[in-house]
């Protein structure tokens, strides 16, 4: 697997905005973002297929959220608008170094098996 290394999370005000980044320690065939808030489950957020380019987002972020990488550096980012009081979490930052994905497997967590350290999000209202 690989090693991942999260950044840009902070305390923001509702409708503002927040680019969180990723660096992988090597190849990856897909990255990705879940989020987890507090006494709930892990969610996932949105998830891009290195190769390809295919990308994936959740219903509750599609319009606001996008996920993009610079593939040379081996990041990932992912850039919240309109950010939500229940956007409020840890984003964890997530990696298949083995294998690529199709259709649900690219939002599969179990599919995933490097994870960051996590970031946390704050919005305020």
Known sequence: QVQLVESGGGLVQAGD???LSCVASGRTFVMGWFRQAP???REF???RRMFGG???YADS???R???SRVYANKTLYLQMNSLRPEDTAVYYC???AKSDCSGAQC????RFGSWGQGTQVTVSS
């Open 17 to 19: 905005s927040l680019r």
């Open 39 to 41: 006494e709930k489950k």
């Open 45 to 47: 957020v949105a998830s």
């Open 54 to 56: 295919w990308t994936y």
């Open 61 to 63: 972020v599609k319009g």
């Open 65 to 67: 959220f996008t996920i």
């Open 94 to 96: 997530a990696a298949n």
């Open 107 to 110: 939002y599969d967590a179990s």
